[in-house]
């Protein structure tokens, strides 16, 4: 009888065993199974915008960092922007495109772009912000956005001017200018003004 009672106990005991390791092998491929989506979930993340860091108001005018201006760049065709740009053009023209957008709460902007017989040859937009306290800081993030690009800012006549190189034009400049004191109307918006074109002289 002890003897069938020792066996009983050492079947009882293995048999607790092999529970025991399955429930661990379980857990060890539950764990692996979790750690594996939540690594699929973290790569699959939108990775943060270059531009986030200068604000939402900068990060949707310029909409990349690539090219002069909006991943664009001085040459290329009308026909390329037009294709490229987020909207249907306001007003169009054979040498000229002209948008419109909305900034959620934060204001709108427009851009004009002009165009010669190589290609885009200037680009200007006017970016109105509701609240016009905001202007200098709006004016500020484009500011240290050029200076990061294009090294410290020239100032002339109030305006802050960089020049940068173009295959096709030569010496570009890029004019920023906060335009909110022009605005002299009650609760009119600040205005940030930034115009691109060849330097001509």
């Given at each position: 009888m002890p003897v069938l009672q020792h066996v009983i106990s050492l079947y009882l005991c293995t048999h607790k065993i092999k529970t025991m390791l399955s429930f661990f092998k379980q857990a060890h491929k539950t764990a692996i199974?979790?750690?594996?989506?939540?690594?699929?979930?973290?790569?699959?993340?939108?990775p943060k915008s270059k531009l986030a860091e200068y604000g939402p108001v900068l990060e949707n005018v310029m909409l990349s960092d690539d090219g002069a201006f909006r991943s664009?760049?001085?040459?290329?065709s009308l026909g390329f922007i037009k294709a490229k740009e987020t909207a249907v053009p306001v007003e169009m023209d054979k040498d000229y495109l002209y948008y419109e957008y909305k900034l959620n709460s934060e204001g709108s902007y427009n851009i004009a772009y002009n165009f010669d017989e190589r290609g885009l040859n200037e680009i200007h937009s006017d970016i109105f912000i509701n609240d016009a306290a905001k202007a200098d800081e709006v004016f500020n993030k484009f500011k240290n956005y050029f200076d990061l690009h294009y090294g410290p800012t020239q100032t002339q006549m109030g305006f802050n001017i960089w020049s940068v190189k173009s295959e096709k034009y030569g010496d570009i400049k890029i004019n920023l200018s906060n335009e909110s004191t022009d605005f002299t109307v009650d609760k009119a918006p600040g205005k940030?003004?930034?115009?691109?074109y060849p330097d001509k002289n």
């Amino acid at each position: 009888m002890p003897v069938l009672q020792h066996v009983i106990s050492l079947y009882l005991c293995t048999h607790k065993i092999k529970t025991m390791l399955s429930f661990f092998k379980q857990a060890h491929k539950t764990a692996i199974l979790l750690l594996f989506m939540v690594f699929t979930v973290y790569s699959c993340k939108q990775p943060k915008s270059k531009l986030a860091e200068y604000g939402p108001v900068l990060e949707n005018v310029m909409l990349s960092d690539d090219g002069a201006f909006r991943s664009f760049s001085f040459g290329d065709s009308l026909g390329f922007i037009k294709a490229k740009e987020t909207a249907v053009p306001v007003e169009m023209d054979k040498d000229y495109l002209y948008y419109e957008y909305k900034l959620n709460s934060e204001g709108s902007y427009n851009i004009a772009y002009n165009f010669d017989e190589r290609g885009l040859n200037e680009i200007h937009s006017d970016i109105f912000i509701n609240d016009a306290a905001k202007a200098d800081e709006v004016f500020n993030k484009f500011k240290n956005y050029f200076d990061l690009h294009y090294g410290p800012t020239q100032t002339q006549m109030g305006f802050n001017i960089w020049s940068v190189k173009s295959e096709k034009y030569g010496d570009i400049k890029i004019n920023l200018s906060n335009e909110s004191t022009d605005f002299t109307v009650d609760k009119a918006p600040g205005k940030v003004s930034i115009w691109i074109y060849p330097d001509k002289n």
